[in-house]
């Protein structure tokens, strides 16, 4: 064990830790004021709240230990996880199988043996990693064709079952792919095809759905039945801005009017309504998921609004200050890959939760009450962490060496 883990804290990414246990303070506080349904519900102040503040506690220590893991082992363990999420979704798409639990409507959810996670977040990792390390592999303009064709197949394999129930995480790990493939340099060409296709597709698929099946109110059966529910979704969006005056809450609606209410009231002034003033927790349905944004922003107004955001950028900006000074092209791709994925997640619920965008169902990572998406964006950090120490060990011994080889220089003498 002492030889897989070298728990040597002099290497680790403080900053990766501040920002980290940042959020983790700003999800306990947020659960607090954002839980009132939950507490009605269970008949319990500390029930529901200290289950999700036990789910932080464990990604903590998970993140603690991730990150002294050798990368290498956890680039190995990205084809295992992924497998393992595969053969999970693969055998949700069975109908009436008894693995599959609903929530919402929603099966995203996989029971195995009374332990209940969603697969796909496993695979959103999982397959970061992947990606990441069969682009390292590219050598030569060859290289970049084998390994586009490797990875779009991948891609490809995971993100078909995740799109029978959630088109939004399929459309975000589609897009985080397609970021790694520019970063990677793949050719424009395929770039411009991937781009093109997936944008006919998407429009093709909308008319479809529009015109065959929601404007003649026909239900849609099969693997793609709730894409009358997305394309209801957009559709609503755009209807709720075309007459004002006629405008009526219903069940369709309700969720998004009373976000912007909460939104409304929060600024007022800069600084909302103050912690734990929220009136509109108690009506938002799931305030404390997908909503949660709206929650903060109705108590903390626009500054803690931007704070958040500050917060979720600058992960990115650190993958970005860490990842340009890495050795290991493999680490940089995968780094960016994941802190790409926490910030585009949290800016996509971020937009949802104000209304300028249709509903999603992305929860705000690490805020978001879920114990799955916790201890999967717990499992993103420690290994950004990971890497970001294994590569600052690595460059210091270099420096080392290299001072040591300037030493080993004999004087020369001139006569």
Known sequence: MSKLINFNNKYIDKTFWVLFIALVVVAIIALFSASSTLVYEEHSAIGPIGQQIIFL????????????????????????????????????LIPGNPFVVFHNEAGRWFNLFGFVFQPSELAKLSLVIVVADMLSRIHTEEDKKKYFW??????????????????????????????????????????????????????????????????????????????????????????????????????DNYQRSIAKVAIARGGITPFGVGPGNSKERDFLPLAFADYIFAIIVEETGLMGAIGLIFLYMAILFRACLTSNRFNDYSSMIMVMGLALTITCQALISMAVAVGIG???????????RGGTSVLITSIYFGVMMCVSREQKQLSEQQKSVLNESKDDVPDIVLE
């Open 150 to 251: 490797w990875t779009f197949g991948v891609t490809a394999v995971t993100v078909l079952p995740i799109l029978t129930n959630n088109l939004s995480t399929a459309m975000l790990l589609s897009g985080i792919v397609f970021i790694m493939w520019f970063l990677a340099r793949i050719s424009y060409k395929y770039l411009g095809i991937v781009m093109g296709s997936a944008i006919a597709v998407l429009v093709l698929g909308y008319c479809i759905v529009e015109f065959a099946y929601v404007k003649p109110k026909r239900e849609m059966h099969g693997p793609l039945e709730r894409a009358t529910t997305w394309v209801g979704r957009i559709d609503d969006m755009f209807a709720e801005h075309e007459d004002d005056a006629k405008f009526e809450l219903n069940n």
């Open 358 to 368: 249709p509903v999603t169902g992305q929860p705000l990572p690490l805020i978001s």
């Open 57 to 92: 506690l464990i990604g903590l220590v998970v993140a603690w230990f991730i990150q002294f893991i050798p990368s290498i082992y956890i680039r190995m363990g990205g084809y295992i996880v992924l497998l393992f999420s595969l053969l999970c979704m693969y055998i949700m």
